[in-house]
């Protein structure tokens, strides 16, 4: 028998195309082409930031992206401020302040910083690669409405009402347990992050159902197989991503358990 | 991925004669011969008739030798590949430079020498074996190992293997941060595998004897880049 090294024979060097044209990213960001998919909208929205809760209350609503932004509590809309600077970065919302007087996006950028908003740079970075692709992206944790009498006035009238006191309750609750969570980045390497739902879908606040997956955004170091495992534990079948965003660019890895077939 | 079978026919053949039928035939074929390779450095030479060459290559063992000898045909085997034969599949008999033969227990402590990672290394080219997909080296992808669902002859890899010891902390510091990952990620993809991380756990057995690997355990999982670009409308990629 000839002896002949079958395995060198064997080109594996393919060019499997659309697989990883990331070479294609640092073109696009800078074309034209790229720029005129922002539209600048006539329909612009108006929120009011509100310091204590690190969010902003709707007070005019235009558009349809109201469907899937935001979260719902006794008839008002609130946001957070990864979508509050997403809508304002695509000129879709102005942003008040509590004596009524526009900010600028920098004032907002400048939020983000604040321990309280629950977010950071890079966190906003995938919220915002994702609401660009039309995924339904919310905060993991925090229900899209809750139940309740509405308000009666729409505009920065929570002052001293109950639903103030609930809202602050039960965001704060989260929101601490989110800073907790970036204290302890030398600990766990991931933190809590978005529940994802896929574009298209007939998404419904009152009833969103199950998110297509949960995207954990690493800091640090790839997670190691027990913090994966941890995690897997906790959210049962629902599917994980765990994302690394470094020099603006956004990556999304599986870690999934497999079992290889015993062959015949 | 699915597998890439190479030309027409080839998944027919494969179907028609199972890896572990011919590692089965390799096995008794060499316990028949007595066979017996000798330890030089981190290979293992065996000399063999034309039906054990045949079979080698068949079960994709060892990489055959060109040398001008006419009856016999030399091999040469991976460690893992020697150390299965010798210790899984007990039909290999190692000798050392005095020309005697060397325990199961003292070929361990050898190859541990050589290699410090062996134990896991092993666990993991085992543990693939045993499930009939054929093992061999990974290191032109920057890999371990690569596995094949068949004879490389009929198929492509699909996987491109790392193994690696449980507790983070892999003591050749692979894909210790996330730039690795993305490296390797990348490599594979673009030449059609998946990577697979073969988890191996020690469960605190310690690696003094070969007969500690049977408390090893073993996780499989898979490191995929997902691109949300391509995903949107279909649930089932996810």
Known sequence: ?264 | MKPRWKGKGSEAKAIADPMSKIVSLLQSSMVQSETCGLLSSCSVLVEVDAELADLLNRACFGRPRITAEKDKQWFQLDMEEAFYLCFSLRCLKVVGEDGCIKSNEELWEDLKSKKTVFPVSYKAYSHLRHKSWVVRSGLQYGVDFVAYRHHPALVHSEYAVLALLEGGNDQNGRLRVWSDVHCTVRLCGSVAKTLLIVIVNDNCQGAATPSCLEHYTVEERTITRWNPEQSREDQAVL
Not at chain 1, 53 to 64: D, P, S, T, W, Y
Not at chain 1, 70 to 85: A, D, M, P, Q
Not at chain 1, 245 to 258: A, I, Q, Y
């Open chain 1, 1 to 264: 028998m000839d002896a002949e090294d079958w395995e060198s024979c064997s080109n594996d060097e393919v060019s499997v195309h659309g697989i990883n044209n990331d070479d294609d990213d640092e073109e696009n960001c800078y074309s034209s082409g790229f720029l005129s998919k922002l539209q600048f909208r006539k329909d612009i929205s108006k929120a009011v930031w509100v310091d204590d809760l690190a969010m902003a209350e709707v007070v005019e609503k235009k558009g349809k992206m109201w469907v899937t932004m935001g979260i719902v509590r006794s008839g008002n809309t609130y946001c957070f401020i990864e979508e509050t600077l997403f809508l304002i970065e695509i000129g879709a919302l102005h942003l008040l302040d509590e004596k009524g007087i526009c900010l600028s996006l920098k004032e907002v950028y400048d939020k983000l910083s604040f321990e309280k908003s629950g977010c950071f740079w890079e966190l906003f970075e995938v919220y915002r690669h994702l609401k660009s692709l039309g995924y339904v992206v919310g905060r993991h944790g925090i229900p899209w409405s809750v139940k309740g009498q509405k308000t009666k006035a729409g505009n920065c009238t929570l002052q001293g009402s109950q639903e103030r006191n609930e809202l602050l309750e039960m965001d704060s609750k989260d929101n601490n347990t989110i800073i907790e969570l970036f204290h302890n980045m030398q600990i766990t390497e991931v933190s809590p992050a978005f529940d994802v739902f896929l574009p298209n879908s007939k998404f419904r606040k009152s009833s969103p159902g199950d998110p297509s997956f949960v995207v954990y955004l690493s800091r640090g170091t790839p997670p190691s197989r027990v913090e994966i495992e941890a995690l897997e534990r906790k959210h049962g079948p629902i599917a994980l991503k765990f994302c690394h965003v470094e020099n603006g660019r956004v990556s999304f890895f599986s870690f999934d358990r497999v079992e290889l077939a015993v062959l015949p």
